[in-house]
């Protein structure tokens, strides 16, 4: 059972637009939901996180949108450049945990 | 500040050989978590080490061992290798049982 749903799975994306990729998730228990940046050949780089008590947070060009009734989660590249060419992976951790689920990761591309 | 380190980078090994990965946890890190990342899927939690002992365990068989020294860096061991187990193997480290992993490049792991 996927707890974490990841979407889309690749993302092409113009140099200056707005990459978005969307995760849902089932465990109401869940509490903290992190995004992560990959490279390849690295491992993943803790991005941006949120908890369910706020509905948007930002850093930078990176805005995590959050809507608990519906259980999910967004993240937005704002102004996206070539250099964030890379995977990105969601994840959710429940209450009193510190185990993540991860979501399948979206291979994200910016041209030029 | 030194970020978490993984040796070695790239390991070939024959089915039913036994491996040994090793992690340094970032500086002022006292936990080290272990995750299996297939290709083209998200980490999958393998185990979490604090204060040397094993504190949480994920769905993989007891082939996967591990250990945590005082020095709070760790070792995975995996026995009776199978074809299944080629995969990244990464190690994150974090502050007591918190939420912010920082992850480690991740070891090659090939078995042919």
């Known amino acids: 059972q996927q707890q974490v749903k990841q979407s889309p799975q690749s993302l092409i994306v113009q140099k200056g637009g707005i990459s978005i990729i969307n995760c849902a998730y089932e465990?109401?228990?869940?509490?903290?939901f992190p995004w992560y940046q990959q490279f390849p050949g690295k491992g993943p780089a803790l991005l941006i996180a949120i908890r369910p008590d706020v509905s948007e947070k930002k850093e930078g060009r990176f805005t995590i949108s959050f809507n608990k009734s519906a259980k999910q989660f967004s993240l937005h590249i704002m102004d996206s450049q070539p250099g964030d060419s890379a995977t990105y992976f969601c994840?959710?951790?429940?209450?009193?945990?510190?185990?993540?689920?991860f979501g399948r990761g979206t291979s994200l591309i910016v041209h030029p | 500040e030194t970020g978490v380190t993984q040796s070695p980078t790239h390991l070939i090994k024959t089915r039913g050989q036994q491996v040994t990965l090793r992690c340094s946890s970032q500086s002022g890190h006292n936990t080290v978590s272990w995750y299996q990342q297939a290709l083209g899927q998200g980490p999958q939690f393998i185990f979490q080490?604090?204060?040397?002992?094993e504190n949480g365990r994920g769905n993989f068989p007891p082939r996967f061992s591990g250990l945590q020294f005082p020095n709070y860096s760790s070792e995975l061991n995996v026995n009776a290798l199978e074809l299944d187990d080629s995969a990244l193997y990464l190690c994150?480290?974090?502050w007591g049982q918190g939420v912010e992993q920082y992850f480690g490049p991740g070891t090659r792991l090939t078995v042919t």
């Open positions: 994840a959710a951790t429940p209450r009193g945990s510190y185990i993540p689920t």
């Open positions: 465990n109401t228990a869940f509490d903290y």
């Open positions: 994150a480290s974090s």
């Open positions: 080490y604090y204060r040397e002992e």
